[in-house]
């Protein structure tokens, strides 16, 4: 097994290692934010774009789906936006001279990070059959190469559309209707291995995959648990939402196995406090749960809950609440009933105070929000766990009510959008017969293929065309070397893409890289300045204004990408107004307006200054749009992960300096890691009992069933105060360790959080 393709142990030499930071943000974040941008872009650039960041005519920050705020800052962005935002908007260009000079077979041997710092793509290159070298291609011979393959198929479900959720709005309903009318519902994204299992989890639950709280719900909440999330890092704005929670006297619970910075401490940059005092500390609790340990802790918190209503009955459920919204309370109760505190203790590795109190804090408070992000969502019990999280909110009413909800935090800046726009496998009947009469035709009813199943189609040659609107697939899905593997056998890749990654050295027999405009830039078509649109993690939904010139010129858009395939694949087999579409965004607002509920006027509430908010069911009106027309208390079965003898539980996760597999620096500051990213954080009492030290390289072992054992060599171990069982390295280097059959249940998401592994001193010890 190779280990080069992406750094891995041993490759970085200046490798250090210091301590752990409890605070987060700060002057230091802002200083380090601006420093890269000033001396790639210049101070002009970086000027213009800054202060456009997240502003009401400005654009969209596209590092997250953190909403923004009724009133903005005047600098309304954080240190990991301005990186997201430097590393499109560099005036650094890949130059023609590259595809020459560097053939593919050399290419493989680069890391992700050398990848993404040789600059903006500016002219679509294709790479023939049998070749080593990618060459320059025209737009329009790109074009009839993807054509000439799609209309070669036996059948529209050979080819996979994937998305990656940067893409606005406008791109996604025309991309989506473009697979559909070809006549496939192959329509893999990022989501499927992200946030699936909330999707599924408060669906059947809630009636809908999304948040049920606005942005002003956090500064009236009593109680904030954040569950398997690292906000200092991936949605550093959120910490100013929760110290202005606690300042209204919220309290806040950090349910976590890493002490992460943010939520201990933080020290906002947009505050005189922040930059001079101490800051603040986020959590007053902070539980250090095992690993996959949640659905534990949440049932045995509602037992107590359960057991106080027992105890003095009618003074602790929300029984209007209850007998007017929701089905299956009783039998919940009932099986809630039997939780055994000796397997939670056991699963969670918390004490029987901790829980106590945690339910106590719960009974107490009137409105009760939980977040929660991937710590939650990349498990084996995903949607078990999601659907004890709302278990937990029904009992005492905390949806559909001013400072309670369930809050789950996005990723990217409009994955929510996409799936309201149709980016989905398994779109619902109601959206297919609103297309099928809006543009007359008859799409696809079969579901199509998600992630996963999109690489098994690849493994038994079911899938031969793969065609990628951003994101870096083969890098971000898992087992990395199963998956490349499955990449090379299609026939043709296609990449719309910013900037170089992974998934274009991984190719099928021929490929080709379309280079596109971000976000930052501004979009030019019929001589007018386009805007699009997105939505964030509270389902508001705003414009976004291209604020920059494009880096070069001959960049096409992803709307113009779309709509000119598909005029060249369709041949007016569906009567579409793609050349309309291309030249006007407001055209393709306009079907929207027809097609989805909530945008019937689109293009006159997308104008509004700050946009407009989707109608959402059970936050407006406790409406559940479930099959029964309730809410569903529901049960669910524990079943903890099995952890073998002497085996660890390895979490896959983001460093300071990444947005997913782009590697903007090889420093994680708050966790103390400088200059390498090959390292392992395991608890130093597990260390211990293995005869392991800090700073000592070991070999990473993944078991899986009869498969033989996935491996990551030479990564040096950091001891690190992590809960005692588990240990953690960074995504997407740790992808080659999870396997592709590691799932969570009823989401297909992979368990990437949840790796059962074992450690054994490496061969080779390179430097301690
Ligand atoms: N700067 C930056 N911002 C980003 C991204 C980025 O890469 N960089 N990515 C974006 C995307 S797509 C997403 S989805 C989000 C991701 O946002 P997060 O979900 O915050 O990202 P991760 O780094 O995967 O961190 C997972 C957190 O869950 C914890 N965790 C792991 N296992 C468990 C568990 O079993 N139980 C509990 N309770 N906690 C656990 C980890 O310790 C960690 O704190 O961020 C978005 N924003
Ligand atoms: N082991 C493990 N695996 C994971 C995760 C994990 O926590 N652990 N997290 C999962 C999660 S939550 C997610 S969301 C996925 C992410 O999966 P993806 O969304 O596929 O990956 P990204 O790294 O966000 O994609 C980055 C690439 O997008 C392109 N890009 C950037 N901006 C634009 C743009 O404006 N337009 C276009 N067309 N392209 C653009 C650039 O070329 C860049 O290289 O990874 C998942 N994989
Ligand atoms: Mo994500």
């Given at each position: 097994?190779?280990?080069?393709?992406?750094?891995?142990?041993?490759?970085?030499?200046?490798?250090?290692?210091?301590?752990?930071?409890?605070?987060?943000?700060?002057?230091?974040?802002?200083?380090?934010?601006?420093?890269?941008?000033?001396?790639?872009?210049?101070?002009?650039?970086?000027?213009?774009?800054?202060?456009?960041?997240?502003?009401?005519?400005?654009?969209?920050?596209?590092?997250?789906?953190?909403?923004?705020?009724?009133?903005?800052?005047?600098?309304?962005?954080?240190?990991?936006?301005?990186?997201?935002?430097?590393?499109?908007?560099?005036?650094?260009?890949?130059?023609?001279?590259?595809?020459?000079?560097?053939?593919?077979?050399?290419?493989?041997?680069?890391?992700?990070?050398?990848?993404?710092?040789?600059?903006?793509?500016?002219?679509?290159?294709?790479?023939?059959?049998?070749?080593?070298?990618?060459?320059?291609?025209?737009?329009?011979?790109?074009?009839?190469?993807?054509?000439?393959?799609?209309?070669?198929?036996?059948?529209?479900?050979?080819?996979?559309?994937?998305?990656?959720?940067?893409?606005?709005?406008?791109?996604?309903?025309?991309?989506?209707?473009?697979?559909?009318?070809?006549?496939?519902?192959?329509?893999?994204?990022?989501?499927?291995?992200?946030?699936?299992?909330?999707?599924?989890?408060?669906?059947?639950?809630?009636?809908?995959?999304?948040?049920?709280?606005?942005?002003?719900?956090?500064?009236?909440?009593?109680?904030?648990?954040?569950?398997?999330?690292?906000?200092?890092?991936?949605?550093?704005?959120?910490?100013?939402?929760?110290?202005?929670?606690?300042?209204?006297?919220?309290?806040?619970?950090?349910?976590?196995?890493?002490?992460?910075?943010?939520?201990?401490?933080?020290?906002?940059?947009?505050?005189?406090?922040?930059?001079?005092?101490?800051?603040?500390?986020?959590?007053?609790?902070?539980?250090?749960?095992?690993?996959?340990?949640?659905?534990?802790?949440?049932?045995?918190?509602?037992?107590?809950?359960?057991?106080?209503?027992?105890?003095?009955?009618?003074?602790?459920?929300?029984?209007?609440?209850?007998?007017?919204?929701?089905?299956?309370?009783?039998?919940?109760?009932?099986?809630?009933?039997?939780?055994?505190?000796?397997?939670?203790?056991?699963?969670?590795?918390?004490?029987?105070?901790?829980?106590?109190?945690?339910?106590?804090?719960?009974?107490?408070?009137e409105r009760v929000i939980i977040t929660w992000a991937m710590g939650l969502t990349q498990q084996k019990n995903a949607v078990g766990t999601l659907k004890e999280v709302i278990n937990l909110l029904l009992l005492r009413g905390n949806i559909g009510k001013p400072g309670a909800g369930?809050?789950?935090?996005?990723?990217?800046?409009?994955?929510?959008?996409?799936?309201?726009?149709?980016?989905?496998?398994?779109?619902?009947?109601?959206?297919?017969?609103?297309?099928?009469?809006?543009?007359?035709?008859?799409?696809?009813?079969?579901?199509?293929?998600?992630?996963?199943?999109?690489?098994?189609?690849?493994?038994?040659?079911?899938?031969?065309?793969?065609?990628?609107?951003?994101?870096?697939?083969?890098?971000?899905?898992?087992?990395?070397?199963?998956?490349?593997?499955?990449?090379?056998?299609?026939?043709?890749?296609?990449?719309?893409?910013?900037?170089?990654?992974?998934?274009?050295?991984?190719?099928?027999?021929?490929?080709?890289?379309?280079?596109?405009?971000?976000?930052?830039?501004?979009?030019?078509?019929?001589?007018?300045?386009?805007?699009?649109?997105?939505?964030?993690?509270?389902?508001?939904?705003?414009?976004?204004?291209?604020?920059?010139?494009?880096?070069?010129?001959?960049?096409?858009?992803?709307?113009?990408?779309?709509?000119?395939?598909?005029?060249?694949?369709?041949?007016?087999?569906?009567?579409?107004?793609?050349?309309?579409?291309?030249?006007?965004?407001?055209?393709?607002?306009?079907?929207?307006?027809?097609?989805?509920?909530?945008?019937?006027?689109?293009?006159?509430?997308?104008?509004?200054?700050?946009?407009?908010?989707?109608?959402?069911?059970?936050?407006?009106?406790?409406?559940?749009?479930?099959?029964?027309?309730?809410?569903?208390?529901?049960?669910?079965?524990?079943?903890?992960?099995?952890?073998?003898?002497?085996?660890?539980?390895?979490?896959?996760?983001?460093?300071?300096?990444?947005?997913?597999?782009?590697?903007?620096?090889?420093?994680?500051?708050?966790?103390?890691?400088?200059?390498?990213?090959?390292?392992?954080?395991?608890?130093?009492?597990?260390?211990?009992?293995?005869?392991?030290?800090?700073?000592?390289?070991?070999?990473?072992?993944?078991?899986?069933?009869?498969?033989?054992?996935?491996?990551?060599?030479?990564?040096?171990?950091?001891?690190?105060?992590?809960?005692?069982?588990?240990?953690?390295?960074?995504?997407?280097?740790?992808?080659?360790?999870?396997?592709?059959?590691?799932?969570?249940?009823?989401?297909?998401?992979?368990?990437?959080?949840?790796?059962?592994?074992?450690?054994?001193?490496?061969?080779?010890?390179?430097?301690?």
């Amino acid at each position: 097994m190779s280990d080069k393709h992406i750094p891995t142990g041993g490759d970085y030499p200046d490798l250090e290692v210091g301590h752990n930071k409890e605070w987060a943000v700060g002057v230091p974040a802002i200083l380090h934010s601006m420093e890269p941008a000033i001396k790639e872009m210049g101070a002009l650039r970086t000027a213009r774009l800054m202060t456009a960041i997240n502003q009401k005519s400005g654009f969209d920050c596209m590092s997250c789906a953190w909403p923004d705020p009724g009133h903005r800052n005047m600098l309304e962005f954080c240190e990991n936006g301005a990186k997201a935002v430097t590393w499109e908007a560099t005036p650094v260009i890949v130059p023609r001279a590259f595809w020459e000079e560097n053939s593919l077979t050399s290419l493989l041997d680069k890391s992700e990070y050398w990848l993404g710092m040789q600059g903006r793509l500016t002219e679509p290159v294709y790479k023939p059959r049998g070749a080593d070298h990618y060459e320059p291609v025209s737009w329009d011979r790109a074009f009839q190469i993807i054509a000439g393959h799609l209309k070669a198929l036996r059948s529209p479900d050979e080819a996979a559309f994937y998305t990656s959720g940067r893409t606005a709005n406008e791109t996604a309903f025309a991309y989506q209707l473009f697979a559909r009318a070809f006549g496939t519902n192959n329509l893999p994204d990022c989501s499927n291995m992200c946030h699936e299992s909330t999707g599924t989890a408060l669906t059947e639950t809630i009636g809908i995959g999304k948040s049920t709280i606005a942005y002003e719900d956090f500064e009236n909440s009593d109680l904030i648990i954040v569950m398997g999330q690292n906000p200092g890092t991936n949605h550093p704005r959120m910490l100013s939402a929760l110290e202005d929670a606690k300042r209204n006297g919220a309290t806040i619970v950090a349910v976590n196995p890493l002490p992460e910075a943010g939520l201990i401490r933080y020290k906002n940059p947009q505050k005189v406090r922040g930059i001079l005092g101490k800051g603040t500390a986020i959590a007053d609790h902070f539980l250090q749960i095992r690993s996959s340990g949640d659905m534990a802790l949440l049932q045995a918190v509602a037992r107590r809950v359960v057991e106080a209503e027992d105890a003095a009955p009618g003074t602790v459920l929300d029984h209007d609440f209850l007998s007017e919204y929701t089905l299956g309370l009783g039998e919940f109760m009932e099986h809630i009933r039997d939780v055994d505190d000796a397997a939670v203790l056991e699963a969670t590795g918390l004490t029987l105070e901790e829980i106590d109190l945690v339910a106590d804090l719960y009974i107490r408070s009137e409105r009760v929000i939980i977040t929660w992000a991937m710590g939650l969502t990349q498990q084996k019990n995903a949607v078990g766990t999601l659907k004890e999280v709302i278990n937990l909110l029904l009992l005492r009413g905390n949806i559909g009510k001013p400072g309670a909800g369930a809050s789950p935090i996005r990723g990217h800046s409009n994955v929510q959008g996409d799936r309201t726009m149709g980016i989905w496998e398994q779109m619902p009947e109601p959206f297919m017969d609103a297309l099928a009469e809006e543009f007359d035709f008859a799409p696809p009813r079969a579901h199509g293929a998600d992630a996963l199943q999109t690489v098994a189609g690849m493994q038994n040659g079911d899938i031969k065309v793969f065609f990628a609107m951003g994101g870096n697939f083969i890098a971000a899905i898992s087992d990395t070397e199963v998956s490349e593997a499955a990449m090379r056998g299609t026939a043709l890749t296609v990449q719309v893409s910013t900037k170089l990654n992974r998934s274009h050295v991984v190719t099928g027999e021929e490929a080709l890289i379309l280079p596109t405009l971000g976000r930052t830039e501004i979009d030019l078509q019929g001589g007018r300045p386009q805007f699009v649109s997105v939505e964030d993690s509270v389902c508001a939904v705003h414009a976004s204004h291209g604020k920059v010139p494009p880096v070069a010129p001959g960049i096409l858009s992803e709307v113009a990408i779309v709509c000119r395939l598909a005029r060249e694949t369709l041949d007016g087999s569906v009567d579409i107004d793609w050349e309309g579409f291309e030249q006007d965004y407001d055209l393709i607002r306009d079907r929207i307006s027809r097609v989805v509920p909530g945008f019937e006027s689109f293009n006159e509430d997308i104008r509004r200054k700050g946009g407009f908010i989707l109608p959402n069911g059970p936050r407006d009106a406790r409406r559940f749009d479930t099959a029964s027309g309730k809410a569903m208390v529901t049960v669910n079965h524990l079943e903890p992960l099995e952890r073998p003898a002497g085996r660890l539980i390895l979490q896959t996760m983001r460093s300071h300096d990444q947005f997913n597999t782009t590697i903007y620096s090889l420093n994680d500051r708050y966790r103390g890691i400088k200059k390498g990213r090959d390292v392992i954080f395991v608890n130093p009492d597990d260390l211990a009992e293995r005869g392991l030290h800090d700073g000592q390289r070991v070999d990473i072992f993944s078991e899986w069933k009869d498969d033989p054992d996935r491996v990551l060599r030479n990564y040096r171990v950091v001891s690190y105060p992590t809960a005692r069982g588990c240990a953690a390295a960074y995504y997407p280097e740790a992808n080659v360790l999870v396997p592709l059959l590691s799932v969570s249940d009823y989401s297909n998401t992979p368990a990437s959080k949840a790796v059962i592994i074992r450690l054994e001193p490496a061969e080779r010890q390179t430097r301690a």
